[in-house]
């Protein structure tokens, strides 16, 4: 049984910071052996896939619209992954997922949300002046 536990978040103006928390618990396995995405869900749009840090090496991978300003981390020994969010803008506001997938799917994280097998309870970033 894996539980992925989100926090953070909240209301931010434009150009602020906020940073995002996910902790991975599981019967069976450390957060050292999963893939970790991050996801979003704006209103009336569809969940995209904004970054994700792969087991092992931990590389990562980030959309476009986000590169340079939200950096994804680890922190194996606390089981945690983060994302910090900085220089955010109006469009940044959604709900955001993290999400864990079993490495068999690849040495390397994807963001296709379809392949992850465990979810967060969601949390709301506004950036709103």
């Known amino acids: 049984q894996v539980q992925l536990v989100q926090s953070g978040g909240g209301l931010v103006q434009p150009g602020g910071s906020l940073r995002l928390s996910c902790a991975l618990s599981a019967s069976a396995f450390t957060l050292d052996f999963w893939h970790v995405g991050w996801f979003r869900q704006a209103p009336g749009q569809e969940r995209e896939g904004v970054s994700c840090?792969?087991?092992?090496?931990?590389?990562?991978t980030y959309v476009d619209s986000v590169k340079g300003r939200f950096t994804i981390s680890r922190d194996n020994a606390k089981n945690t992954v983060y994302l910090q969010m900085d220089s955010l803008r109006p469009e940044d506001t959604a709900v955001y997922y993290c999400?864990?997938?079993?490495?068999?799917?690849?040495?390397?994280?994807?963001?296709?949300?379809?392949?992850?097998?465990?979810w967060g309870q969601g949390t709301q970033v506004t950036v709103s002046s």
């Open positions: 999400a864990a997938v079993d490495p068999r799917i690849g040495s390397t994280c994807r963001l296709k949300q379809y392949e992850y097998d465990y």
């Open positions: 840090t792969s087991k092992g090496d931990g590389s990562t």
